[in-house]
């Protein structure tokens, strides 16, 4: 029958085990598997001296070969031999023969013609010669195999058993009968069918009948064969091989061991082209080690300058730049052009600024790129603050596998933030690219030899070890292997019967298939199907051990087998467990290499984070976290709930992360801080591992911030787009920064709307009305953020325009300021005085003078009412401070 997997024949489970299964996979070698039975060759014991030694010795082969391998070859040896001689041999003193037919051959099965098994009788030659020999061999194999997700599966036909006499037998089949002549064919089936007379028939007809008569099971001699005893003995016992295979165990345990033999070679034959595959690849990677560690650096650096152009651009909108293309100069899909520039390719990293802009940049640069108050030009770093410059460099430094010092990092990134295309002071390479040197992992070519072929040769290594791990020791063999001077292992040989005990006839089972690889349709037809069991090397690992420690276990019990309880059970049992233990730690390190490549912190995707999130998401929309899943899912730029536990708020407040910075705590221990915008506080920085505090992720994440292109809306955080209307409606107050501003908008300064105050409180000096910044309704500013910070200060602020145009300046308008006035205004960005920077909402706000009447218990003085007088002061200034009034 057909087999699968590597364990073909196994359906037979009577005849082999998992043992010998595993004991023919792990023989390294690959010369064939084998038992002869030959005269003695010891030191005046040989032929030429001693023609008719009483005994004979037995060799098997390879190493490796497992104890029942050997006596299951050498039984079937034996049967081959004694069939053969007509006698059998006692295996004790004084070694007496007997006739075979009162012995082994009564057990042959009824459908074996006793005649066509005579012993053997005329044998050519004289005893002193060369003895003669049978040799018991699987010859062909026909198997099918294909790789299915990187799983080789091996499929084995029924093993072509076949005895012969040192050399193979003559297949009788189309093409041979083609071959003879009509006598030959005629004589062939006169004895086939037991009859002189045969009617006229053709010579095509005459190989159809044979060919018919052979397919049908017949046994066909070819008169050739039939003066050469030998000859004609290994036909007949050939033919009826199948029928005592089925009756006689020790010859049929053969094809399932054939079987498995082959499936030893196949996957040592994959073992081998595994390595020479590994060896060549190696050898060029040797070749071009430093090519391919430069390569790596070459990727590693794109990386990372995408990384830095990306946090160059959040910084950017963080300060309320919104509009990263001012110039409209990257009209291409994705904010870049047809010529591969884009803003944050030019305008972000230094080295592409010669490519896109050429030697020295010039007017163009500074269109496309937006203004110097970008580049957070001045002296003092304009908008560029130490807290700002911190937390990207802690940024950067938690995704470097480098780790870099925080006083090397921090002011590469502030000189990189401080001019981003620029160049080092040295002129030898870019402020981006000393960034980039600090962040990005070390790689030489050494190093990254060692890690390659490691990486190549570990396929190579795990199959041998898999291998190697069945694979018995030699104490384990039934025959000790001969060394030089050792000693032979004898066995009593029977005589041929018609030689009066003086020559004998030596067998040799040896088992080297021959493997047919067979196509589809062939393996269709000959029916080979999977088996109904399929066997990994794992597998077949794991159940040897498991019978082993049975054996070893009812052993150390005294062999008695208690019901529910026998110690053999239990070790079972243990052994499960611990293979178990051992195969969940093995995927985990699976697991752990493929992500190794892969950076860290990735938040979950695909089904499984859809799953988690079905699980654990409320009702609410928001998802809660526990504590130590914090670090892995939360970073910088994520919007958050948190609350406390036991409070009573159910809501909790929402923030925006910042940062994720490192404190020091305990000598030696490093405490993860979350730097998190409070609206209308200052930053605050919590331990989010603190289990009183609950922190939940919305369970459909927002989408980053976009850029802002010319006549186009900043997107609130549902992803509706916001239209001219409704743009300045009070809900839009509502919105985080930087979301919240316009661009591209600004109010005109001559309808009134200017608000003019007292600048110079807030420490305002330049870029004044008329140089007068004690009443003026704009200012120099360094960006967005700033302008929104001081408009948030002055109570009757309402919008809030920063033009980036050089000088940056920043315009305040107040009440009177319509929102159907506004224009558009390229280069302009506006927002309502709520819409504000974090961390600008901290300072105290000037009260009105309605507020001051009203004070804190939201009455006026009972005093008020008898001073008439004032309710035409408040009824035009009351919405002013006594600062605005003053001026």
């Not at 595994?274 to 430093?290: K, P, S, V």
């Not at 108050?373 to 560029?384: A, C, M, N, Q």
């Not at 807290?387 to 470097?400: E, K």
Request: net charge negative; aromatic share 6%; proline share 7%.
């Amino acid at each position: 029958g057909g087999g699968g997997g590597a364990g073909a024949g196994l359906p037979a489970l009577a005849l082999i085990g998992v043992d010998d299964l595993a004991g023919i996979l792990g023989i390294a070698d690959s010369t064939p598997l084998h038992l002869s039975l030959d005269p003695p060759v010891e030191k005046g014991a040989g032929a030429a001296r001693y023609p008719h030694h009483t005994f004979q010795r037995a060799v098997s082969g390879p190493a490796g070969t497992s104890r029942k391998s050997e006596v299951a070859l050498l039984h079937a040896a034996l049967a081959v031999q004694q069939v053969a001689a007509g006698t059998e041999a006692a295996q004790r003193a004084p070694f007496p023969l007997r006739r075979c037919a009162e012995g082994l051959c009564r057990g042959l099965p009824p459908g074996v013609a006793r005649e066509h098994l005579q012993p053997l009788g005329g044998l050519r030659g004289e005893s002193w010669e060369t003895p003669p020999r049978l040799v018991l061999e699987c010859a062909r194999l026909p198997y099918w195999q294909r790789m299915d997700g990187g799983v080789l599966e091996v499929r084995f036909g029924t093993p072509a058993l076949e005895v012969h006499p040192g050399k193979p037998l003559r297949v009788l089949n189309l093409e041979e009968f083609r071959t003879w002549p009509v006598a030959k064919l005629r004589k062939a089936l006169q004895r086939l069918r037991a009859t002189q007379e045969l009617p006229a028939l053709e010579k095509h007809e005459l190989v159809e009948t044979l060919v018919k008569a052979v397919q049908d099971g017949a046994l066909l001699e070819d008169e050739e064969e039939l003066g050469d005893p030998l000859v004609r003995f290994s036909r007949r016992l050939t033919h009826h091989l199948g029928n005592v295979s089925e009756h006689w165990p020790h010859v049929g345990r053969l094809s399932p061991l054939c079987a498995a033999r082959a499936a030893g070679l196949v996957l040592r034959m994959q073992l081998e082209q595994l390595t020479e595959t590994a060896t060549e690849q190696r050898d060029g990677l040797r070749a071009n080690a430093e090519a391919h560690a430069e390569g790596m650096r070459h990727d590693q650096a794109e990386g990372w300058r995408g990384v830095l152009a990306e946090v160059h651009g959040r910084v950017l909108q963080e300060l309320g730049f919104v509009d990263l293309n001012p110039g409209q100069c990257f009209s291409g899909e994705g904010g870049g052009s047809r010529e591969g520039r884009s803003f944050a390719r030019c305008c972000s990293i230094g080295d592409y600024a010669d490519a896109c802009w050429g030697s020295g940049g010039g007017v163009d640069q500074l269109r496309c790129c937006g203004s110097a108050s970008r580049r957070f030009g001045g002296g003092d770093g304009g908008g560029l603050s130490a807290q700002l410059v911190a937390s990207v460099a802690a940024q950067l430094g938690s995704a470097s596998p480098r780790r870099p010092r925080p006083e090397d990092l921090i002011p590469a990134v502030q000189a990189w933030l401080h001019d981003p295309t620029g160049r080092s002071p040295d002129g030898r390479g870019t402020l981006s690219g000393a960034v980039v040197s600090l962040l990005a992992e070390e790689v030489r070519g050494d190093e990254f030899l060692r890690q390659a072929e490691e990486q190549i040769q570990r396929p190579v290594e795990r199959l041998r070890g898999d291998l190697d791990a069945l694979a018995l020791p030699e104490a384990a063999r039934f025959l000790p292997p001969e060394e030089a001077g050792g000693r032979e292992s004898w066995l009593p040989v029977p005589t041929l019967s018609a030689s009066a005990g003086r020559r004998a006839v030596y067998a040799t089972v040896a088992l080297a298939p021959q493997l047919q690889q067979l196509s589809d349709e062939e393996v269709a037809a000959q029916g080979i199907r999977p088996s109904e069991e399929e066997w990994s090397l794992d597998a077949i690992a794991n159940e040897r051990l498991r019978r082993a420690s049975a054996a070893a276990g009812t052993a150390a019990g005294g062999g008695v087998e208690m019901l529910g309880g026998g110690r053999g059970e239990a070790a079972e049992a243990q052994l499960e467990e611990a293979i178990e233990l051992l195969e969940r730690l093995d995927m985990r390190v699976q697991e752990l290499e493929r992500s190794s490549s892969q950076r860290p912190g990735r938040h979950r995707s695909g089904s499984e984070a859809s799953e988690v999130e079905e699980e654990r998401c409320a009702a609410d929309g928001w998802r809660e976290l526990e504590a130590d899943e914090v670090r892995a899912n939360i970073s910088s730029g994520d919007r958050i709930r948190l609350r406390l536990r036991d409070s009573d708020d159910v809501n909790g407040l929402e923030v925006v992360v910042r940062a994720v910075v490192t404190a020091t705590g305990e000598p030696g221990e490093l405490i993860p801080l979350w730097e998190v915008a409070v609206p209308g506080e200052p930053s605050q920085y919590l331990d989010f591992s603190d289990r009183s505090l609950a922190v939940a992720l919305p369970c459909m994440p927002l989408p980053p911030p976009a850029t802002v292109a010319e006549g186009s809306r900043a997107l609130p955080s549902d992803g509706v787009e916001i239209t001219d209307e409704e743009a300045l409606d009070e809900d839009r107050e509502g919105l985080p920064w930087p979301v919240c501003i316009e661009a591209n908008v600004a109010w005109p300064s001559f309808d009134g709307s200017g608000l003019f105050v007292n600048l110079q409180a807030f420490g305002i000096k330049d870029g004044c009305f008329q140089g007068d910044c004690s009443h003026s309704d704009h200012f120099a500013c360094a960006s967005p953020a700033d302008c929104s910070k001081v408009c948030v200060r002055i109570a009757a602020c309402r919008w809030w325009t920063f033009y980036e145009a050089s000088p940056s300046t920043c315009w305040l308008r107040g009440r009177s300021a319509d929102p159907e006035s506004r224009q558009e205004s390229p280069g302009a960005v506006s927002g309502a005085a709520a819409c504000v920077a974090p961390g600008g909402g901290g300072a105290p706000r000037e009260p009105t003078l309605f507020e001051l009447v009203i004070g804190e218990t939201g009455t006026p003085h009972p005093g008020f009412w008898e001073e008439w007088d004032l309710i035409e002061v408040l009824e035009e200034f009351g919405h002013m401070t006594v600062s605005e009034v003053r001026l």
